[in-house]
């Protein structure tokens, strides 16, 4: 019988396994996807079927760090230099002095054969003509300065385009940075005082007050961004890094007192009876005792406020629109002209995702315990 | 070290009072144990004296200084929780050192003090360990450190061995009362259980509903309780209550107890004229004996009457015996396997210097 059972624990045990393995591998997919979109050329980006095996390069990446214009189309004009090159490779005299009759330039390639073929007729045309077609062309860019390119230059050029100057991106993220810690800081500092009060103090109307809280959290952002919008407006705090602090702490604190509460509620509050009676004041109390305690449960509520605070988009793109501006407004702002170019969306999402990723890694233990600690209520 | 005087303490949770106009006085070196069953207000009462509770009115004075309006650290005693209350993220020594930091001692006097009181309690190898690595006993003894370690004016224990085993509480009790005939220290301690009371107090104040039932010495409290509540609530088991009837026909007193009226208990006459004396009601009266004062015999004797043998509980150096004397139930502890077999008819009489007599409407001892 015991045998028949371990069996069957055996056997579910292998199904839980085999259910994460498949639910991690479902949900790696879309990360896997921006990844590899990061590194694929536009073709291959946009290929239809998607392209398994491709050859990697770093053109996405270069993208979203730069500002770009397309290149311009080859124009074509005989040039003293063209006439020099052409009687260098043996053209006759008599063709040259006709060929420095075309002196127009021509913005195709059509109309510089048939300028060619005029001047010269067509039996002599035949002849010369893709030599004369390969001297007069002006490329963009020029030869000589595509190999003076750095590596950078000459992948963007390859791709069609030329760097016009370095893309805000880094500020951005910069931004982002800032703003979403400062704000995690401020809402963890603020839910954990907050929630020691509720959780410690016998508050009148406690309930009404912590669910007034969590209403502050039940409004999508767009209902009430263009009342925002005229009220940061007013007092001048549109596109600041502090206006975005201010909005983020309080759409954060709401989910940070509620979080605190059920770790504070957690701690005996005999630990900080016994820190009064040995000669402490309620404050060095909950700073030595409770803060300590409550460590795991505030890095938890870091990592989530900091999540929220970092992927925010809506109340990003309204109010901000250079200096406070944060990554998730920009990247697809690199949407300019023509088509989306996926793989610098790719490459700028996949550096976005970076940062939050060294954070959470960093608190990953408390993490773990904290989600299953704050979870069970008395 | 202090006295500590409680007078007319009142303390309410909203409409309800769990304290009522409580008065204790408690004097210099005295170990005195608060008793009572759970919701008693007896840790609430421990709590004041701390200013872990503020109280509604009434005065708290310790040391003659009165406290109630101060917080509580400034009122210089000390708190053994019953979960001890380490600081989990502190080891040992750090735990036992943290009320000296609040006082700014200097690190090396502190090291000094904490070594001091460990080796009293026997804690010098655990010193290091973290709360999570400790026995319950490890425990208890650091928490009991930490009390210890600043000389406070007194001792509140809440419960301290709540949450220990029957064998370890046993030992600690010993340590606990040797640790305080060394300190000396002026000590509350709470507890609902009656053995650890008798055993270590000096005083016995037994509490129920908020109103302090009866205080004096363990002896005081058990032979002459002042009350059903204090006669039911000491001793194991607890003492039996009969209804009764009692008058003095010539020269002896008749005790008469159950519906029946023939089960009847005589003494000598002196018993009736001190319930006399005291105006008794005869509606309204109930004996009151411990199980080891009530006397069985095997074979039929003069003056007992019949009981039959109900329930046996064997416990090892003696026997409860559960015995059905007409409608009631009489428990009588005897010694081991004396009775044999439940069923048995046995002979049964009280001793007749420790019976109590209780009024059962009012409840107070007629202090015979």
């Known amino acids: 019988m015991a045998a028949v059972v371990s069996q069957r624990k055996k056997l579910a045990n292998r199904i839980m396994i085999a259910a994460v393995l498949v639910t991690t591998f479902i949900m790696l997919i879309p990360i896997y996807w921006i990844a590899t979109t990061s590194i694929k050329s536009f073709s291959d980006a946009v290929a239809v079927p998607p392209k398994i095996f491709f050859q990697p390069e770093m053109t996405g990446l270069v993208k979203v760090f730069t500002k770009r214009t397309q290149l311009r189309a080859p124009k074509y004009k005989i040039t003293d230099q063209t006439l020099e090159s052409l009687e260098a490779d043996g053209v006759p005299g008599d063709v040259l002095v006709e060929l420095a009759a075309v002196g127009k330039l021509y913005r195709t390639e059509s109309q510089f054969t048939d300028a060619v073929n005029e001047a010269l007729g067509p039996e002599r045309a035949t002849d010369y003509l893709a030599l004369v077609v390969r001297y007069a062309t002006i490329s963009d860019p020029t030869p000589e300065k595509y190999a003076d390119a750095r590596w950078y230059e000459k992948l963007i050029y390859d791709s069609g385009e030329k760097i016009l100057r370095a893309s805000p991106y880094p500020n951005r993220l910069w931004n982002s940075v800032l703003i979403s810690i400062v704000s995690t800081v401020l809402s963890v500092a603020m839910g954990t005082l907050t929630a020691y009060g509720f959780s410690r103090f016998r508050v009148k109307g406690e309930k009404d007050w912590l669910f007034f809280i969590l209403s502050t959290r039940m409004l999508p952002p767009l209902v009430i961004i263009v009342p925002l919008f005229l009220m940061y407006r007013a007092v001048g705090l549109i596109d600041t890094h502090l206006g975005l602090i201010i909005l983020y702490t309080a759409f954060n604190l709401s989910f940070s007192v509620w979080l605190m509460k059920g770790f504070i509620d957690e701690i005996p509050v005999e630990y900080e009876e016994a820190a009064m009676i040995d000669g402490y004041t309620r404050f060095e109390a909950f700073r030595k005792i409770v803060i300590p305690q409550s460590v795991t449960g505030m890095a938890a509520t870091a990592v989530f406020c900091f999540i929220t605070a970092w992927n925010e988009y809506a109340f990003a793109l309204v109010l901000t629109a250079r200096r406070a501006q944060t990554a998730p407004p920009f990247i697809p702002s690199q949407v300019g002209s023509g088509l989306p170019d996926w793989t610098a969306i790719a490459a700028g999402t996949v550096l976005f995702l970076i940062p939050v990723v060294i954070f959470t890694f960093m608190l990953r233990n408390h993490l773990l315990r904290g989600v299953t600690f704050g979870a069970i209520r008395k | ?368």
Not at chain 2, 164 to 181: F, S
Not at chain 2, 301 to 309: F, P, R, S
């Open chain 2, 1 to 368: 070290m202090a006295t500590i005087r409680l007078s007319n303490i009142v303390k309410r949770f909203g409409p309800l009072e769990v304290i009522k106009q409580l008065n204790l006085d408690i004097k210099d070196r005295e170990f005195v144990v608060l008793l009572g069953p759970s919701g008693c207000g007896k840790t609430t009462t421990l709590r004041a004296i701390a200013g872990l509770e503020e109280i509604d009115s009434g005065e708290i004075a310790i040391d003659g200084q009165e406290v109630q309006a101060l917080p509580a650290r400034d009122r210089d005693i000390a708190f053994v929780f019953q979960l001890f209350a380490l600081y989990p993220h502190l080891s040992a020594f750090d735990n036992i050192a943290f009320p000296l930091k609040a006082a700014g001692v200097a690190k090396n006097e502190i090291a000094a003090k904490v070594k001091e009181v460990a080796s009293v309690l026997r804690i010098g190898s655990i010193i290091d360990h973290m709360p999570s690595a400790m026995s319950g006993g490890d425990m208890q003894r650091v928490a009991m450190a930490r009390a210890l370690v600043r000389d406070p004016k007194a001792m509140l224990m809440d419960e301290p061995m709540g949450s220990l085993d029957a064998k370890l509480r046993e030992e600690l009790r010993t340590e606990l009362k040797h640790l305080h005939i060394e300190t000396g220290s002026t000590t509350v301690y709470v507890t609902h259980d009656q053995v650890e009371a008798m055993s270590m107090g000096d005083k016995i104040a037994v509490m129920d509903l908020g109103i302090l039932q009866q205080i004096g010495k363990p002896k005081e409290v058990y032979d002459n309780p002042a009350n059903v509540f204090v006669a039911q609530f000491i001793g194991s088991p607890v003492m039996n209550l009969v209804d009764c009837q009692c008058d003095g026909n010539g020269d002896v007193t008749h005790v008469v107890i159950g519906e029946r009226h023939v089960d009847r208990f005589e003494f000598s006459k002196a018993i009736y004229e001190k319930l006399k004396a005291k105006d008794f009601n005869q509606k309204s009266l109930a004996v009151g004996i411990r199980p080891e004062a009530v006397l069985v015999e095997r074979q039929p004797t003069n003056g007992y009457i019949k009981a039959e043998v109900d329930d046996i509980e064997p416990l090892g150096p003696y026997d409860i015996v559960d015995l059905k004397v007409g409608d009631d139930v009489m428990r009588a502890s005897t010694r081991s396997r004396y009775v044999e077999r439940e069923g048995q008819e046995v002979w049964i009489h009280l001793d007749e210097n420790r019976l109590h007599f209780f009024d059962t409407v009012s409840g107070e001892s007629l202090g015979i």
